[in-house]
């Protein structure tokens, strides 16, 4: 007798048929040895897994100071424009003066201000006197002579020196940001290998890297004043003290 299989109970036969396949396939696998199931599933989670372990790496250095920049200028008054003036030239010549004697060399000198005003009395509206101002901007790159050097300055420019500030630098944080950027690749994977071992995972590559934050040390001001009328010091104390330097990074690895 011929029989004919509907599109329908096709379908059904083709998937007893399937159901009957997975069934066997089942039973064969249930007859091997526990190890090679391990290996499937290792295989399976291998080829699924999209795992991500992300950490802040932190590297932090200090440094010595090397440069000191002095800004300091002179300001005198006279019963003239003229005389005022040529009273501050000889005192910046001097000012300038002592520190080229004592090694700084001219292209660390820089005029940086220059003002003339007239000085004023009560409500009058006739200048009494009048006054020059010129700031100097002197470049200090041995600091072991700092000291001597701002003394020298400040004893030629008697009482008309004026010093408004002293600011210290780190000129070459080259190195110090390289070892920066080392201690924050090192500290990024020891805390990414803690993170991996706690899930009970083995830590894997690096996926990439980007640096967030690298910070150089601004300069640091300290203000140097000087006593008219006292006996002039050996030298002006200079602590350099220590600057930080920091980077800060974000590493991906795969677990």
């Known amino acids: 007798m011929a029989i ?19 069934i066997g396939a089942f039973a064969l696998g249930d007859s ?29 250095v200090t440094g010595t100071p090397n440069q000191l920049v002095l800004s ?20 910046v010549r001097r000012v300038t003066g002592a520190l080229r004697a004592r090694g700084v060399a001219a292209k660390d000198l820089q005029t940086a201000d220059f003002n003339i005003y007239p000085n004023y009395q009560g409500n009058s509206q006739v200048p009494v006197s009048y006054g020059v101002n010129e700031t100097l901007t002197a470049t200090l790159n041995q600091l072991s002579r700092a000291g001597s050097q701002i003394q020298a300055a400040i004893a030629a420019g008697g009482n008309a020196v004026t010093v408004d500030n002293v600011s210290l630098n780190l000129t070459d944080t080259s190195q110090l940001l390289a070892t920066a950027r080392a201690n924050a690749v090192k500290d990024a994977k020891a805390k990414a290998t803690q993170f991996a ?57 795969a677990a």
């Open 32 to 60: 091997h040895s526990s190890g090679s199931n391990a290996q499937a599933a290792t295989l399976t989670t291998a080829s699924t897994s999209a795992a991500r372990i992300t950490v802040t790496g932190e590297g932090m």
């Open 4 to 22: 004919s299989i509907s599109p329908g109970m096709r379908a059904g036969a083709i998937g007893i048929s399937s159901a009957a396949l997975l």
């Open 197 to 253: 071992a706690a899930l009970g995972e083995r830590l894997g590559p690096v996926i990439s890297i980007t640096p967030t934050q690298q910070s150089v040390p601004e300069p640091l001001f300290a203000a140097v004043n000087d006593q008219s009328g006292t006996k002039a010091a050996a030298s002006v104390p200079v602590s350099p003290g220590r600057q930080q330097v920091s980077v800060s990074i974000t590493v991906v690895y």
């Open 72 to 91: 300091m200028g002179v300001q005198v008054n006279g019963s003239s424009v003229s005389a005022a003036l040529g009273q501050a030239n000889q005192a």
